[in-house]
């Protein structure tokens, strides 16, 4: 059974830094891509960054290009999420999603998900 586990949320100031982590199980990050998404109530779920080892690609949205760095640690089968430069605009529930896919950031090609967890950025 495949399963995402995130964590490494909380609050922090803008300007600041955190780092999220999506410990899987039930594959090998050797074969499934690992995707980061974002959703604040209200709003559509957005994608912001995918590892592909498989691929050995990366890909970030535009909107947090050179501020947030994706990379993974095979293996632990763990990938993280290095966010720095943090903005109030990047407070929301971020998620890591995985399949068998093309490393892209739409969320309707991704069938497994985390539970979510919090980022709250302080002006």
């Known amino acids: 059974e495949v399963q995402l586990v995130e964590s490494g949320g909380g609050l922090v100031q803008a300007g600041g830094s955190l780092r999220l982590s999506c410990a899987a199980s039930?594959?090998?990050?050797?074969?499934?891509?690992i995707g980061w998404f974002r959703q604040v109530p209200g709003k559509e779920r957005e994608g912001i960054s995918c590892i592909s080892s498989s691929e050995n690609s990366t890909y970030y949205a535009d909107s947090v290009k050179g501020r947030f760095t994706i990379s993974s640690d095979n293996a632990k089968n763990t990938v993280y999420l290095q966010m720095n430069s943090l903005k109030p605009e990047d407070t929301a529930v971020y998620y890591c999603?995985?399949?068998?896919?093309?490393?892209?950031?739409?969320?309707?090609?991704?069938?497994?998900w985390g539970q979510g967890t919090q980022v709250t950025v302080s002006s």
């Open positions: 039930g594959l090998t990050l050797d074969d499934y891509v």
């Open positions: 999603a995985t399949d068998l896919i093309l490393c892209g950031l739409d969320p309707y090609d991704y069938d497994y």
